[in-house]
């Protein structure tokens, strides 16, 4: 069955780089899309970037340089890096399976706090 | 950038009502709207694609409506279980925004 699994730290010292895995089963990511969405305790949903199955990727221009989203497509790994945290970057991360248009699956997130 | 507003922000619901929450999108999105529940510490379920296609093992009281900027979510006979927050999204255009959700609470 499809399933996604993100990994990463707990906590991340301000200023500095979130590394976050997500490891997908039941599908091919050359096959289907996985992106990045993420939760500020208690807010929204924030769509962060894409991985396309052609291996491209898009960003949402409010990270600007900051993001960057690359793959392993040999072991099924999506991976989000995201530099200069602060502390407005305290959320819960998702990877999500995009089919057409719509995230279909999500992962379970990791809850990362940036702390100073 | 797409900009999805829900209302009413909170609901106050009676077990077995039915109801409806709105999502109006500041430009048209075709039907390229979609609709989620989320659970307190769980992750976003999609409930309806595409406006107004349902999705399997989603129980038949949620369904939904509309194109181009104006979307309704509807749930026939609300159950105690249903007491989550809802948001829209849309997938017509990037970056891919979602509403800022509406939270269904027991009246």
């Known amino acids: 069955q499809v399933q996604l699994k993100e990994t990463g730290p707990d906590l991340v010292q301000l200023t500095q780089t979130l590394s976050i895995t997500c490891t997908v089963s039941g599908f091919s990511l050359t096959t289907y899309n996985v992106h990045w969405v993420r939760q500020p305790p208690g807010k929204g949903l924030e769509w962060m970037g894409a991985?396309?199955?052609?291996?491209?990727?898009d960003y949402n221009s409010a990270f600007k340089s900051r993001l960057s989203i690359s793959r392993d497509t040999s072991k099924s790994q999506v991976f989000l890096k995201m530099n200069s945290l602060q502390t407005d970057d305290t959320a819960k991360y998702f990877c999500a399976r995009l089919k057409r248009r719509v995230f279909d699956y999500w992962g379970q997130g990791v809850m990362v706090t940036v702390s100073s | 950038d797409v900009v999805l507003t829900q209302s009413p922000a909170t609901l106050s619901v009676t077990p077995g009502e039915r109801i409806s929450l709105s999502c109006r999108a500041s430009?048209?999105?075709?039907?390229?709207l979609h609709w989620y529940q989320q659970k307190p510490n769980e992750s976003p379920r999609l409930l309806i694609k595409?406006?107004?296609q349902s999705i399997s093992g989603i129980p038949s009281r949620f369904s939904g409506s509309g194109s181009g900027t104006d979307f309704t979510l509807s749930i026939n006979g609300v159950e105690l279980e249903d007491l989550s927050i809802y948001y829209c999204q849309q997938g017509n255009s990037l970056p891919y925004t979602f509403g800022a959700g509406t939270k269904l609470e027991l009246k």
């Open positions: 991985m396309w199955n052609g291996g491209g990727t």
């Open positions: 595409y406006a107004s």
């Open positions: 430009e048209s999105v075709d039907t390229y």
